[in-house]
Protein backbone atom coordinates (compact mmCIF):
# COMPACT_ATOMS: atom_id res chain seq x y z
CA UNK A 1 0.00 0.00 0.00
CA UNK A 2 1.21 3.38 -0.62
CA UNK A 3 -0.09 7.02 0.06
CA UNK A 4 -1.32 9.42 -2.26
CA UNK A 5 -0.34 13.18 -2.00
CA UNK A 6 -3.50 14.68 -4.09
CA UNK A 7 -4.73 15.85 -1.33
CA UNK A 8 -4.48 16.64 2.64
CA UNK A 9 -6.72 13.28 3.39
CA UNK A 10 -3.20 11.27 2.31
CA UNK A 11 -5.07 8.13 1.86
CA UNK A 12 -2.70 5.22 2.45
CA UNK A 13 -4.91 2.49 0.96
CA UNK A 14 -3.29 2.85 -2.46
CA UNK A 15 -1.89 -0.17 -4.51
CA UNK A 16 0.03 0.63 -7.38
CA UNK A 17 1.40 -1.68 -10.21
CA UNK A 18 4.61 -0.65 -11.51
CA UNK A 19 6.12 -1.68 -14.68
CA UNK A 20 9.59 -0.79 -15.87
CA UNK A 21 10.23 1.73 -12.81
CA UNK A 22 6.67 3.88 -13.70
CA UNK A 23 3.51 3.36 -12.28
CA UNK A 24 1.36 1.18 -14.93
CA UNK A 25 -1.79 1.46 -12.78
CA UNK A 26 -3.30 2.87 -9.34
CA UNK A 27 -5.86 0.70 -7.67
CA UNK A 28 -9.03 2.68 -4.53
CA UNK A 29 -6.90 6.29 -5.63
CA UNK A 30 -9.93 9.07 -6.84
CA UNK A 31 -9.81 10.45 -10.22
CA UNK A 32 -7.98 13.01 -8.70
CA UNK A 33 -5.32 10.75 -7.00
CA UNK A 34 -4.92 8.21 -9.79
CA UNK A 35 -3.86 11.69 -11.98
CA UNK A 36 -1.38 12.59 -9.07
CA UNK A 37 0.27 9.05 -9.55
CA UNK A 38 0.90 9.22 -13.13
CA UNK A 39 2.92 12.45 -12.17
CA UNK A 40 3.16 15.28 -15.27
CA UNK A 41 3.87 14.26 -18.57
CA UNK A 42 6.32 17.52 -18.87
CA UNK A 43 9.32 17.25 -16.53
CA UNK A 44 11.27 20.22 -15.67
CA UNK A 45 15.03 20.41 -17.07
CA UNK A 46 17.47 22.32 -14.71
CA UNK A 47 18.26 25.71 -16.60
CA UNK A 48 19.23 29.51 -16.03
CA UNK A 49 18.16 32.44 -17.81
CA UNK A 50 15.71 30.07 -20.18
CA UNK A 51 18.77 27.99 -21.16
CA UNK A 52 19.62 24.10 -20.19
CA UNK A 53 22.56 23.62 -17.77
CA UNK A 54 23.06 21.37 -15.35
CA UNK A 55 21.61 20.75 -12.06
CA UNK A 56 25.07 21.81 -10.15
CA UNK A 57 25.25 24.85 -12.36
CA UNK A 58 21.01 25.32 -11.85
CA UNK A 59 21.55 25.26 -7.67
CA UNK A 60 24.48 27.39 -7.68
CA UNK A 61 23.06 30.21 -9.53
CA UNK A 62 19.79 29.39 -7.22
CA UNK A 63 22.41 29.91 -4.47
CA UNK A 64 24.05 33.40 -6.08
CA UNK A 65 20.51 34.97 -6.79
CA UNK A 66 19.84 34.70 -3.16
CA UNK A 67 23.16 35.58 -1.38
CA UNK A 68 22.76 38.94 -3.61
CA UNK A 69 19.17 39.35 -2.33
CA UNK A 70 18.22 42.41 0.45
CA UNK A 71 15.04 40.97 0.79
CA UNK A 72 14.07 37.71 -1.05
CA UNK A 73 10.84 35.53 0.28
CA UNK A 74 10.62 31.91 0.16
CA UNK A 75 7.37 30.36 -0.93
CA UNK A 76 5.18 27.63 -1.65
CA UNK A 77 6.16 24.50 0.50
CA UNK A 78 2.41 23.09 0.78
CA UNK A 79 3.44 20.47 -1.28
CA UNK A 80 6.87 19.26 0.15
CA UNK A 81 7.02 16.50 2.70
CA UNK A 82 8.04 17.77 6.42
CA UNK A 83 11.36 17.12 5.99
CA UNK A 84 11.62 19.88 2.98
CA UNK A 85 9.64 21.87 4.98
CA UNK A 86 12.19 22.42 8.29
CA UNK A 87 14.99 22.56 5.74
CA UNK A 88 12.98 25.62 4.33
CA UNK A 89 12.70 27.16 7.31
CA UNK A 90 16.67 26.77 8.39
CA UNK A 91 17.38 28.71 5.27
CA UNK A 92 14.83 31.14 5.67
CA UNK A 93 16.58 31.74 9.09
CA UNK A 94 20.33 31.88 7.17
CA UNK A 95 19.01 34.54 4.71
CA UNK A 96 17.11 36.60 6.94
CA UNK A 97 14.65 36.55 4.51
CA UNK A 98 10.63 36.04 4.76
CA UNK A 99 8.84 32.99 4.76
CA UNK A 100 5.41 31.95 3.44
CA UNK A 101 3.28 29.52 1.96
CA UNK A 102 -0.16 29.04 0.36
CA UNK A 103 -2.30 28.94 3.85
CA UNK A 104 -1.89 33.12 3.65
CA UNK A 105 -4.47 32.63 0.93
CA UNK A 106 -6.49 29.83 1.92
CA UNK A 107 -6.90 27.96 5.69
CA UNK A 108 -3.96 29.68 6.92
CA UNK A 109 -6.24 31.17 9.70
CA UNK A 110 -8.23 28.77 10.56
CA UNK A 111 -4.98 26.10 11.28
CA UNK A 112 -3.91 28.81 12.97
CA UNK A 113 -7.10 28.51 15.70
CA UNK A 114 -6.66 25.20 15.94
CA UNK A 115 -2.84 25.28 16.90
CA UNK A 116 -3.75 27.99 19.46
CA UNK A 117 -6.74 25.18 20.66
CA UNK A 118 -9.38 28.10 20.06
CA UNK A 119 -11.86 25.13 19.49
CA UNK A 120 -12.37 21.36 19.84
CA UNK A 121 -11.07 19.36 16.88
CA UNK A 122 -10.70 15.83 15.98
CA UNK A 123 -8.92 12.93 14.23
CA UNK A 124 -10.47 11.73 10.84
CA UNK A 125 -10.94 8.34 12.36
CA UNK A 126 -12.74 10.00 15.41
CA UNK A 127 -15.71 11.40 12.65
CA UNK A 128 -15.71 7.89 11.34
CA UNK A 129 -15.93 6.11 14.30
CA UNK A 130 -18.95 8.61 16.44
CA UNK A 131 -19.98 11.30 14.29
CA UNK A 132 -23.58 11.91 13.77
CA UNK A 133 -24.14 15.13 12.61
CA UNK A 134 -21.73 16.90 9.37
CA UNK A 135 -22.20 19.52 8.70
CA UNK A 136 -19.40 20.92 5.09
CA UNK A 137 -19.84 24.70 5.53
CA UNK A 138 -18.31 26.50 2.40
CA UNK A 139 -16.43 23.28 1.65
CA UNK A 140 -16.98 20.85 -1.79
CA UNK A 141 -15.21 18.17 -0.27
CA UNK A 142 -16.86 15.56 -2.88
CA UNK A 143 -14.93 17.59 -5.73
CA UNK A 144 -11.89 19.33 -3.41
CA UNK A 145 -11.13 15.64 -1.02
CA UNK A 146 -12.68 13.19 -3.37
CA UNK A 147 -13.08 10.07 -0.80
CA UNK A 148 -13.82 11.83 2.38
CA UNK A 149 -17.44 10.96 2.26
CA UNK A 150 -16.96 7.52 1.79
CA UNK A 151 -13.77 7.05 3.49
CA UNK A 152 -14.52 9.12 6.87
CA UNK A 153 -17.44 10.47 7.06
CA UNK A 154 -21.09 10.68 5.27
CA UNK A 155 -20.92 6.62 4.10
CA UNK A 156 -18.78 4.73 6.34
CA UNK A 157 -19.68 2.16 8.85
CA UNK A 158 -18.46 3.48 12.75
CA UNK A 159 -17.66 2.11 15.95
CA UNK A 160 -20.57 4.04 17.11
CA UNK A 161 -22.69 4.05 13.70
CA UNK A 162 -23.38 0.69 12.65
CA UNK A 163 -26.21 2.26 10.76
CA UNK A 164 -24.22 4.41 8.62
CA UNK A 165 -25.71 7.27 6.66
CA UNK A 166 -29.24 5.97 6.25
CA UNK A 167 -30.02 6.22 10.06
CA UNK A 168 -26.87 6.82 11.96
CA UNK A 169 -25.75 10.52 10.60
CA UNK A 170 -27.01 13.55 8.99
CA UNK A 171 -24.96 15.09 6.67
CA UNK A 172 -25.82 19.01 5.97
CA UNK A 173 -24.38 21.46 3.57
CA UNK A 174 -24.26 25.19 4.10
CA UNK A 175 -22.88 26.88 0.87
CA UNK A 176 -23.73 29.72 -1.93
CA UNK A 177 -24.12 27.18 -4.39
CA UNK A 178 -25.78 23.85 -4.66
CA UNK A 179 -22.27 21.90 -5.15
CA UNK A 180 -21.51 18.25 -5.39
CA UNK A 181 -21.60 17.48 -1.58
CA UNK A 182 -24.58 19.74 -1.39
CA UNK A 183 -26.61 17.16 -3.48
CA UNK A 184 -25.14 14.24 -1.57
CA UNK A 185 -26.91 15.94 2.17
CA UNK A 186 -30.44 16.36 0.02
CA UNK A 187 -32.95 17.83 1.94
CA UNK A 188 -30.58 19.54 4.34
CA UNK A 189 -28.79 22.39 2.09
CA UNK A 190 -29.07 25.50 3.28
CA UNK A 191 -27.83 28.40 1.08
CA UNK A 192 -26.62 31.65 1.66
CA UNK A 193 -25.99 34.86 -0.31
CA UNK A 194 -22.32 35.17 -1.27
CA UNK A 195 -20.44 36.83 1.57
CA UNK A 196 -23.49 35.88 3.75
CA UNK A 197 -21.39 33.64 6.16
CA UNK A 198 -21.50 36.08 9.13
CA UNK A 199 -24.82 36.69 8.96
CA UNK A 200 -26.07 33.05 9.24
CA UNK A 201 -23.54 32.36 11.85
CA UNK A 202 -24.93 35.26 14.05
CA UNK A 203 -28.58 34.08 13.24
CA UNK A 204 -27.73 30.50 14.27
CA UNK A 205 -26.16 31.82 17.34
CA UNK A 206 -29.71 33.52 17.78
CA UNK A 207 -31.56 30.36 17.38
CA UNK A 208 -29.11 28.26 19.65
CA UNK A 209 -29.57 30.57 22.81
CA UNK A 210 -33.57 30.61 22.37
CA UNK A 211 -34.31 33.97 20.12
CA UNK A 212 -36.00 34.13 17.17
CA UNK A 213 -32.93 34.38 14.29
CA UNK A 214 -33.41 37.81 12.02
CA UNK A 215 -33.75 35.81 8.93
CA UNK A 216 -34.78 32.73 7.58
CA UNK A 217 -36.12 32.09 11.09
CA UNK A 218 -37.93 28.58 10.13
CA UNK A 219 -35.03 26.64 8.22
CA UNK A 220 -32.25 28.33 11.37
CA UNK A 221 -34.13 26.99 13.78
CA UNK A 222 -33.97 23.79 12.04
CA UNK A 223 -30.27 23.78 11.52
CA UNK A 224 -29.96 24.56 15.44
CA UNK A 225 -32.06 21.76 16.70
CA UNK A 226 -30.17 19.45 14.58
CA UNK A 227 -26.55 20.86 15.93
CA UNK A 228 -28.01 20.87 19.20
CA UNK A 229 -29.52 17.10 19.58
CA UNK A 230 -25.75 16.10 18.19
CA UNK A 231 -23.95 13.46 20.12
CA UNK A 232 -20.46 13.92 17.82
CA UNK A 233 -21.03 17.00 15.52
CA UNK A 234 -18.16 18.03 13.06
CA UNK A 235 -18.03 21.41 11.21
CA UNK A 236 -15.81 20.59 7.96
CA UNK A 237 -15.10 24.36 7.29
CA UNK A 238 -14.04 24.97 4.06
CA UNK A 239 -12.33 27.82 2.09
CA UNK A 240 -15.69 29.48 1.06
CA UNK A 241 -16.19 29.70 4.75
CA UNK A 242 -12.28 30.87 5.85
CA UNK A 243 -12.32 33.70 3.09
CA UNK A 244 -15.96 34.70 4.02
CA UNK A 245 -15.24 35.53 7.70
CA UNK A 246 -11.62 36.22 7.33
CA UNK A 247 -12.23 39.74 9.08
CA UNK A 248 -14.02 38.18 11.40
CA UNK A 249 -13.29 34.84 12.47
CA UNK A 250 -13.27 34.65 16.16
CA UNK A 251 -17.13 34.47 15.05
CA UNK A 252 -16.35 30.84 14.33
CA UNK A 253 -14.81 30.67 18.14
CA UNK A 254 -17.91 32.12 19.25
CA UNK A 255 -20.13 29.40 17.42
CA UNK A 256 -18.21 26.26 18.74
CA UNK A 257 -18.92 27.86 22.17
CA UNK A 258 -22.17 27.51 21.77
CA UNK A 259 -21.90 24.05 20.43
CA UNK A 260 -20.42 21.89 23.06
CA UNK A 261 -20.55 18.61 21.31
CA UNK A 262 -18.80 19.90 17.87
CA UNK A 263 -15.30 20.03 16.65
CA UNK A 264 -14.37 22.02 13.53
CA UNK A 265 -11.90 20.79 11.04
CA UNK A 266 -10.00 23.20 8.29
CA UNK A 267 -10.74 21.51 4.94
CA UNK A 268 -7.55 21.54 3.98
CA UNK A 269 -6.25 21.01 -0.12
CA UNK A 270 -2.53 20.82 -0.61
CA UNK A 271 -1.55 17.90 0.71
CA UNK A 272 0.88 19.02 3.24
CA UNK A 273 -0.13 22.43 4.03
CA UNK A 274 -0.93 21.65 7.53
CA UNK A 275 2.27 20.43 8.01
CA UNK A 276 3.95 23.14 7.16
CA UNK A 277 2.04 25.49 9.44
CA UNK A 278 3.06 23.38 12.29
CA UNK A 279 6.08 23.81 11.58
CA UNK A 280 6.77 27.40 11.48
CA UNK A 281 4.62 28.08 14.35
CA UNK A 282 6.95 25.75 16.52
CA UNK A 283 9.58 27.76 15.21
CA UNK A 284 7.85 31.27 15.31
CA UNK A 285 4.74 30.71 16.60
CA UNK A 286 3.09 31.74 13.81
CA UNK A 287 1.99 29.90 10.59
CA UNK A 288 2.80 31.85 8.21
CA UNK A 289 3.73 35.35 6.78
CA UNK A 290 7.22 35.75 8.75
CA UNK A 291 10.03 37.26 8.13
CA UNK A 292 13.52 36.00 9.99
CA UNK A 293 14.90 39.53 11.25
CA UNK A 294 17.29 38.28 13.39
CA UNK A 295 14.26 36.92 15.33
CA UNK A 296 11.06 36.16 13.44
CA UNK A 297 9.02 38.99 12.82
CA UNK A 298 4.98 38.08 12.07
CA UNK A 299 2.84 40.72 9.27
CA UNK A 300 0.29 40.14 6.48
CA UNK A 301 3.38 42.48 4.69
CA UNK A 302 5.36 39.26 4.22
CA UNK A 303 2.26 37.54 2.89
CA UNK A 304 2.95 36.65 -0.63
CA UNK A 305 -0.34 38.64 -2.17
CA UNK A 306 0.93 41.81 -0.04
CA UNK A 307 4.68 40.93 -0.47
CA UNK A 308 3.93 41.14 -4.79
CA UNK A 309 1.92 43.86 -4.46
CA UNK A 310 4.01 46.25 -2.65
CA UNK A 311 6.62 45.00 -4.84
CA UNK A 312 8.73 45.06 -1.70
CA UNK A 313 10.89 41.42 -2.81
CA UNK A 314 13.98 41.23 -5.36
CA UNK A 315 13.97 37.50 -5.22
CA UNK A 316 11.52 34.56 -4.57
CA UNK A 317 12.05 30.74 -4.48
CA UNK A 318 8.99 29.30 -5.05
CA UNK A 319 9.01 25.43 -4.03
CA UNK A 320 6.38 23.07 -5.46
CA UNK A 321 3.94 25.54 -6.33
CA UNK A 322 2.53 27.88 -9.04
CA UNK A 323 1.53 31.29 -8.21
CA UNK A 324 1.32 32.21 -11.60
CA UNK A 325 -1.54 30.06 -11.76
CA UNK A 326 -3.08 30.91 -8.71
CA UNK A 327 -2.64 34.05 -8.35
CA UNK A 328 -4.44 37.66 -9.82
CA UNK A 329 -2.87 39.14 -12.52
CA UNK A 330 -2.89 41.95 -10.90
CA UNK A 331 -0.13 41.37 -8.05
CA UNK A 332 1.95 39.55 -10.55
CA UNK A 333 3.30 42.10 -12.37
CA UNK A 334 6.24 42.22 -9.92
CA UNK A 335 7.36 38.49 -10.41
CA UNK A 336 8.74 39.96 -14.07
CA UNK A 337 11.10 42.43 -12.80
CA UNK A 338 13.04 39.52 -10.13
CA UNK A 339 14.66 36.70 -10.08
CA UNK A 340 12.25 33.66 -9.17
CA UNK A 341 14.27 30.86 -8.61
CA UNK A 342 11.67 27.49 -9.33
CA UNK A 343 12.29 24.15 -7.95
CA UNK A 344 9.68 21.34 -8.85
CA UNK A 345 9.08 17.95 -10.20
CA UNK A 346 7.16 19.57 -13.78
CA UNK A 347 6.64 22.19 -15.78
CA UNK A 348 4.63 24.94 -14.60
CA UNK A 349 3.12 28.48 -15.55
CA UNK A 350 6.22 30.01 -12.88
CA UNK A 351 8.62 27.88 -14.31
CA UNK A 352 8.33 29.30 -17.18
CA UNK A 353 9.11 32.95 -16.14
CA UNK A 354 12.05 31.70 -13.83
CA UNK A 355 15.57 32.76 -13.98
CA UNK A 356 16.75 29.03 -12.42
CA UNK A 357 14.55 25.39 -12.48
CA UNK A 358 15.37 23.27 -10.43
CA UNK A 359 13.53 19.90 -11.40
CA UNK A 360 12.72 17.48 -8.07
CA UNK A 361 11.33 14.15 -7.59
CA UNK A 362 7.53 14.24 -7.06
CA UNK A 363 7.18 13.21 -3.59
CA UNK A 364 5.51 10.19 -1.92
CA UNK A 365 6.47 8.91 -5.48
CA UNK A 366 9.73 9.25 -6.36
CA UNK A 367 10.79 10.16 -2.69
CA UNK A 368 9.96 9.22 1.15
CA UNK A 369 9.08 11.44 4.08
CA UNK A 370 6.44 12.18 6.24
CA UNK A 371 2.93 15.08 5.56
CA UNK A 372 0.78 16.31 7.84
CA UNK A 373 -3.18 14.98 7.42
CA UNK A 374 -5.79 17.43 7.44
CA UNK A 375 -6.47 16.63 10.94
CA UNK A 376 -2.85 16.75 12.33
CA UNK A 377 -2.32 12.96 12.05
CA UNK A 378 1.31 12.42 10.61
CA UNK A 379 1.15 10.52 7.84
CA UNK A 380 4.35 8.22 6.21
CA UNK A 381 5.05 8.57 2.52
CA UNK A 382 6.83 5.68 0.63
CA UNK A 383 9.48 6.00 -2.40
CA UNK A 384 7.32 3.78 -5.30
CA UNK A 385 9.88 4.31 -7.87
CA UNK A 386 13.62 4.66 -8.31
CA UNK A 387 14.71 7.57 -10.22
CA UNK A 388 17.79 10.40 -10.12
CA UNK A 389 15.63 13.77 -9.00
CA UNK A 390 17.08 15.45 -5.97
CA UNK A 391 14.72 15.85 -2.90
CA UNK A 392 13.51 18.91 -2.09
CA UNK A 393 15.53 18.56 1.05
CA UNK A 394 18.43 17.68 -0.67
CA UNK A 395 18.26 20.51 -3.15
CA UNK A 396 17.45 23.15 0.08
CA UNK A 397 20.81 21.46 1.34
CA UNK A 398 22.84 22.30 -1.44
CA UNK A 399 21.40 25.73 -1.47
CA UNK A 400 22.40 26.38 2.01
CA UNK A 401 26.10 25.12 1.37
CA UNK A 402 26.39 27.39 -1.95
CA UNK A 403 25.76 30.10 0.11
S1 LIG B 1 -9.07 11.71 -1.80
FE1 LIG B 1 -7.16 12.85 -2.01
S2 LIG B 1 -5.57 11.59 -1.04
FE2 LIG B 1 -7.39 10.28 -1.39
S3 LIG B 1 -7.02 9.29 -3.38
FE3 LIG B 1 -8.22 11.16 -3.80
S4 LIG B 1 -6.69 12.77 -4.18
FE4 LIG B 1 -5.62 11.05 -3.23
Excluded at 14 to 26: C, H, L, T
Excluded at 165 to 181: F, G, H, K, M, Q
Excluded at 376 to 392: A, F, P, Q, R
Aim: proline share 3%; with cysteine.
Amino acid sequence: MVTCTGCALLCEDIEVVIENDRIKESRNACRRGAARFRCCKNRLAPSFNKMQTDIDTAIKKAAEILKNAKSPMLFGWSNSTCEAQVKGIQLAKKLNSAIDDTSSFCQGLLIEKVLHKKFRTCSLEDVRNMADVLVYWGSDAQDSQPRHLSRFSVFPRGESRQRGYEEDRLAIAIDVRESNTAKICKGHFYRIPLKGDREFILALMDALVGKVPKYDAKRILELAGFMKKAEFGVIFAGIGLTYSIKEDIDILVSLADLLPNFHIMPMVGHYNMRGFNEALFKETGYVNRVKFDGKPVHDNKYAIVEALKAKSIDALLVMGSDPLSSLPRSVLTHLASIPVICIDPCVTLTSKIAAVTIPSAASGLECGGSAVRMDGKVIELSKVVENSYLTDEQILTRLMEGL
